[in-house]
T-cell receptor
């Protein structure tokens, strides 16, 4: 079966750095997405990785290792507004998007 | 309008009633999707459409139907609602139906079936 694993919940301190991990077992791989979802709102696109390595976009970076079936989202200089759920999703060999259950990130002052 | 709109925002429905959730996008995207989101389960695909006139079943299609008469609209119908269909429903769209395209989501419909 296809599976995406993320921690259910993480807590971090304002101004700090946090890394949210995502591991996947899917039938093939054609890319990995990270979305942000604030409580009561729709998911919004953060990043897309298809090649190994780190993609940096301001305070947010996303890393991919295809050989390890592993990705992480790195958030730097955390702000209170970063409190949200972070969803990992993988495109499989049939170009279907498989979603993880999401990681709820709580930022404390 | 810009992006994707959904209606209604929320709804309380008696079991056995028929309900249609509306979704409209103005980005001229070819592909559209309906998801439900339940606590701890993440987003689950109900139905999708890769282009106007075609539809397909997702992971959890039972009890739901869709139509895609034109590019902009993708309504989701619950023929006879049951309490297990209580959920938050998100409509999304992307340029193509390939899973490598970014999906853009509507604001969601919170549905409670009693």
């Amino acid at each position: 079966g296809q599976n995406i694993d993320q921690p259910t919940e993480m807590t971090a301190t304002e101004g700090a750095i946090v890394q949210i991990n995502c591991t996947y077992q899917t039938s093939g791989f054609n890319g990995l997405f990270w979305y942000q979802q604030h409580a009561g709102e729709a998911p919004t696109f953060l990043s897309y990785n298809v090649l190994d390595g780190l993609e940096e976009k301001g305070r947010f970076s996303s890393f991919l290792s295809r050989s390890k079936g592993y990705s992480y989202l790195l958030l730097k200089e955390l702000q209170m507004k970063d409190s949200a759920s972070y969803l990992c999703a993988v495109t499989d060999s049939n170009y279907q998007l498989i979603w993880g259950a999401g990681t709820k990130l709580i930022i404390k002052p | 309008i810009a992006g994707i709109t959904q209606a209604p925002t929320s709804q309380i429905l008696a079991a056995g009633r028929r309900m249609t959730l509306r979704c409209t996008q103005d980005m001229r995207h070819n592909a559209m999707y309906w998801y439900r989101q339940d606590l701890g389960l993440g987003l689950r695909l109900i139905h999708y459409s890769n282009t106007a006139g075609t539809t397909g079943k997702g992971e959890v299609p039972d009890g739901y139907s869709v139509s895609r008469a034109n590019t902009d609209d993708f309504p989701l119908t619950l023929a006879s609602a049951v309490p297990s269909q209580t959920s938050v429903y998100f409509c999304a769209s992307s340029v193509t139906g390939e899973g490598t395209d970014t999906q853009y989501f509507g604001p969601g419909t919170r549905l409670t079936v009693l």
